[in-house]
């Protein structure tokens, strides 16, 4: 996973204050005390090494939807990442726009959207085939423009659906997205689709920090190469790919 559990526990605390602070009015100590912190001195120290600014700084100065964006994860402030294991080593490329038919995904269990992406990808080629629609679309994607905030999060958003050619109109419950032109870090993922988190978490806590490469404002996509993917499969293949400049 790319950490120890302490520093996990501490990251998963902090990236809860930093929700704490955004959402509701509340004191620095009853932030502290919300975050299992007994005292707001030893609260505000680990914020300050984790975000580098004050609890208060925080909450002037960051934008609450910036906070929630997938690709724009806190991490530790001013800290070097050594791992014992080595990141999987990207493509990058420049794509040209991404043109996706999508419906919305809601939930993720124990980190993963595994418990409701095939029901929504079922959903999504019913429409399809309802539509006539099947000899439009090629491989199926997911776009991940917001991270959860628990590891059990009922509201976050993510989208299925499939890569179009052109332009599509819009439907009842479906929608058009169109990914920007730019370059993507892409790592290969080959297997169960239980161990995609691992390899994003690869991706964003190892990879991304030792390579120098700085994250642009487009959401990371997921492109399963399976026609149609079998989520239980272990011969899953997908392109998990990384916006950066």
């Not at 120290?45 to 975000?51: A, D, L, P, Q």
Request: charged residues 20%; aromatic residues 14%; proline residues 7%.
């Amino acid at each position: 996973m790319g950490e120890t559990p302490q520093k996990y526990i501490i990251r998963k605390r902090m990236e809860r204050a930093g929700f704490n602070l955004l959402k509701h009015n509340w004191s620095v100590t009853d932030v502290a005390f919300s975050v299992s912190y007994e005292t707001p001195s030893s609260f505000s120290k680990i914020f300050k090494n984790t975000f580098g600014i004050s609890p208060r700084q925080f909450r002037d100065t960051t934008a609450e939807k910036e906070y929630y964006k997938a690709h724009h994860p806190f991490r530790f402030f001013g800290e070097e990442h050594k791992y014992s294991r080595s990141a999987p080593v990207p493509v990058i490329k420049c794509l040209p726009p991404i043109k996706v038919l999508c419906i919305e995904n809601k939930g993720v269990k124990e980190g993963s959207f595994l418990a409701t992406a095939p029901a929504s990808f079922r959903q999504f080629d019913k429409e399809i085939a309802r539509r006539n629609l099947e000899s439009r679309v090629h491989a199926q994607v997911s776009i991940y423009p917001f991270r959860p905030l628990t590891f059990d999060d009922k509201q976050v958003v993510n989208f299925v659906g499939a890569i179009v050619d052109d332009e599509q109109e819009s439907f009842s419950g479906m929608k058009c997205i169109t990914l920007p032109l730019g370059r993507y870090a892409i790592f290969n993922h080959f297997g169960s689709y239980r161990f995609i988190p691992q390899t994003w978490n690869q991706a964003y806590m190892n990879w991304l920090p030792k390579s120098g490469k700085q994250l642009r404002d487009a959401p990371p996509i997921e492109i399963h190469l399976n026609t149609r993917p079998n989520f239980g499969s272990l011969q899953l293949q997908a392109y998990l790919m990384v916006p950066i400049h």
